[in-house]
Structure formats: C-alpha cells, structure tokens
C-alpha cells in the first residue's frame, strides 16, 4: 500500500540545472559545483590535488569571505529570477515540467542538500507550502498587512528539508526584554531554539511575508547554512540542521521509496547521507545522468536495493516522471 509521502525525494543540484531549457533570461543560472572554479575563484583548472571545497576552506580560514558571497549571491540572483518566472501567475506553466512534477507528485515531501529556495517558491505560488511550518520545524514569521489578505494554506502539504541549512532561515540565539522600571534592555536567551524566516533578496517571491527586523540577532545569509567545505560535521551540529536532520530520518523510515534526482553523492557529503541512509532498508531509485557510477559507488557502503534512471530532470520529464 502506497504510504503518505511516497516516493520521498532527494534533490540535489542538478535538479536545478534544466530550468535554463525554459528560463527566458538565459544570463541567470543555477551553478553547479563544476561552475564555481570560474564564478567563486576566477580559475580555469583546479590546483594539482585540490578539491573546490578545499579551496573554499582555504578561502575561509583565511577571513575571505567574498567566496562563498559570491556563490549564496549567485543562487539568491537565480532563486529571484527563475524562480519569479517559474512563480509568475501571467506565465502558462501547464507543459512545464518542473510544475507538472509537482503535480504529478502531490503527497511526496522533498529533502535536499541544495541551498536555493525553488522548491518552496513553486510549492507557495501553488498554495500547498508556507515558511510557518514547511522547513520541517516552526518558523517566526512576518507578513505585510493588506486590505484584504491572498489565500495561504491553512498548514502546509509538502514539507521542503534543508539538510544543509537555507539561506532564508537563521536561529534567534538572544532578544531583548526591557525592563521598564530601570529602562535597561536585558539580553535572554530562549529556552527552546527559535528561527526566523528572512529571505533577504527573494523576499518578493514570498508576498505577503516579509523580512524581520533585523535586530541584534540577526545573522547574514552566508553564515546560515553550512558552507561547501570537505568535513560538514562540525556545522551539523547546529540545533537547526540537528532538528532538520531528524524530521529527514523520521519521512525516511516511514517512505517505501527514496528517489535522489540530480545529486552526485559527493564523497564530501558522505557523513551527512550516511547518517540518513544507515537505517534504510528499501529502495532507492537514483536518477541522474551518470546514476550507474553512483549505484557502484554507494554499493561499497549500503546494502539496501538501488535502482537506476541515467537521466537528466528533463530527460526523465520526457519519459512521463515513470518510476520502476
């Protein structure tokens, strides 16, 4: 019997990448790892022995922050752009695969290493995700006051999962309280963790929802998420990605199928999906254009069954979303 939220998703970046086969302004893209040599680094080749994430660690043990800038930038200017004509209510979306995948998937939840907001963008504009509750944990949350407030789900019906953290969350670690007798602010810090969703330079693409004030506990977008270096367990270990990780292990044991789209398994990601797939013990369906390489790859460390589709996203699009 098929189960609430089968088949569980896991997108990686190269779900992303063919949103260019129907993006107008072709000058905005999702980059992918194999692009931020030139965009992040302005090289051509990769030092002998070097990863890209090395260099990104080396870039951040030596305070330049202006790397990864660069690459949060570039996604946030895609998220705007793309996804503002993949959201616009003007455009006909009804033969877009991208829209008709989430059609044909209506009860799955999706999980993803992915830093971009596509996924939540397109689930909003479809009145079936809000910021309250569909990062997997609540969110503080602000909206703009309107004469007469749009249509918003009551709750939302797809959860989207950042494994890795968005850019469009950050934990609230302190407030101030006044006292009004001896007009002093004291600093608190909450009892459980709070987060608040500020989506920074897409905050459009969420109407009516707004940034909130950006008080003394604000953090930058780049020191939300968990940067794209060679060991991620130290920054796993934030409450958000600890709480996010959780609700990911939780859809996983109740899902009968996993299907990863566009996501390498990068061995630099190792201990962040092996702490998802060291208890799962059903299918999982890999597509991606170089999926047989993955499924030896993975082999060597899980048992469970694998399945694969060497497609691209729109490559699997044309073949009518079949699963096996």
Not at 5 to 32: E, R
Not at 129 to 157: A, C, H, M, N, R
Not at 227 to 238: G, I, L, T
Request: negative net charge.
């Amino acid at each position: 019997m098929k189960q609430i939220g089968d088949p569980l998703f896991l997108i990686g970046a190269g779900f992303n990448v063919d949103t260019a086969l129907w993006n107008p302004q072709k000058k905005h893209s999702y980059p992918l790892v194999s692009d931020l040599l030139r965009i992040c680094f302005n090289k051509k080749e990769l030092p002998e022995g070097k990863s890209i994430e090395d260099l990104f660690q080396e870039s951040i043990a030596n305070n330049e922050t202006g790397k990864l800038e660069i690459l949060y930038d570039r996604i946030m200017e895609a998220d705007y752009y793309i996804g503002g004509y993949f959201t616009n209510p003007y455009n006909d979306h009804s033969n877009k695969p991208y829209h008709m995948f989430l059609e044909n998937f209506r009860d799955s939840h999706f999980l993803t290493f992915n830093y971009d907001s596509l996924l939540e963008m397109m689930l909003f504009m479809q009145k079936r995700w809000k910021p309250d509750d569909g990062f997997g944990i609540g969110v503080i949350t602000d909206q703009k006051y309107l004469v007469k407030p749009i249509e918003l789900p009551e709750k939302t019906s797809n959860l989207v999962l950042h494994l890795h953290g968005t850019l469009c969350v950050y934990q609230i670690e302190f407030y101030l309280e006044k006292d009004e007798k001896n007009k002093i602010e004291w600093i608190k810090h909450p009892e459980k963790p709070r987060y608040a969703f500020d989506p920074d330079s897409i905050t459009d693409r969420f109407f009516p929802y707004r940034n909130l004030s950006q008080g003394p506990a604000y953090i930058h977008p780049r020191e939300r998420v968990i940067a794209p270096v060679p060991d991620k367990a130290k920054d796993r270990d934030k409450e958000f990605i600890r709480s996010i990780e959780d609700k990911a292990i939780s859809l996983i044991e109740k899902c009968n199928t996993l299907v990863a789209i566009g996501y390498s398994f990068s061995e630099h990601d190792f201990s962040s999906y092996q702490k998802l797939l060291n208890s799962f013990d059903k299918t999982l369906i890999i597509i991606t254009p170089d999926a047989d390489t993955i499924k030896t790859k993975l082999q060597k460390h899980f048992n469970f069954n694998i399945i694969t589709l060497n497609y691209t996203f729109a490559e699997w699009a044309s073949h009518g979303f079949v699963l096996p």
